[in-house]
């Protein structure tokens, strides 16, 4: 196994991956190994630019990829430290683990994170309240 480096790579399908990477090469047919691999894109807004970031996988338990060569149109390492750090940050803030997703007999479990705030009964109650305060002034 080769040194660890980040790397951005553009796949034959058109996306383009940045990861940490190590490449395999005891075999005949040498392998990429990616560790937490991101999408990144730049958005431009009429004053600033940023950067949104998902993961290349949305589900999988794993963090760890292979990708054969043949499947690689291009690979560039990056040495940029900010954008080490912005990739360190993401990957230390996401939550990889998707056991929160369901409890112990399956069943999605409903949280603030989804937007679940209060039941229909609750949240109708305060619009209505808030619609009669501001209908009295």
């Known amino acids: 196994m080769g040194e660890e ?3 951005v790579i553009k796949l034959v ?3 383009e991956i940045f ?3 190590c490449i395999d090469e005891n075999n005949e047919d040498p392998i990429i190994i990616l560790q937490n691999p991101v999408i990144m894109k730049i958005i431009h807004n009429h004053q600033r630019s940023f950067m949104k970031i998902k993961p290349w996988m949305e589900l999988p338990e794993d963090d760890m990829f292979i990708i054969k060569l043949d499947k690689i149109i291009t690979m560039t390492e ?3 430290k900010s954008l080490i750090n912005v990739y ?3 990957i230390n803030s996401y939550d990889l683990d998707t ?3 369901e409890d112990e007999n399956g069943k999605v479990k409903i949280s603030d994170k989804m937007g679940f705030i ?3 009964d609750e949240a109708r109650k305060k619009l209505e309240n808030l619609f009669k305060d501001n209908k009295e002034s």
Do not use: D, N, P
């Open 78 to 80: 990056v040495k940029s």
């Open 13 to 15: 399908s058109g996306e």
């Open 99 to 101: 056991s929160f997703l």
């Open 88 to 90: 360190k940050t993401y």
């Open 118 to 120: 209060s039941t229909v």
């Open 5 to 7: 480096f980040y790397a």
């Open 19 to 21: 990861s940490l990477v």
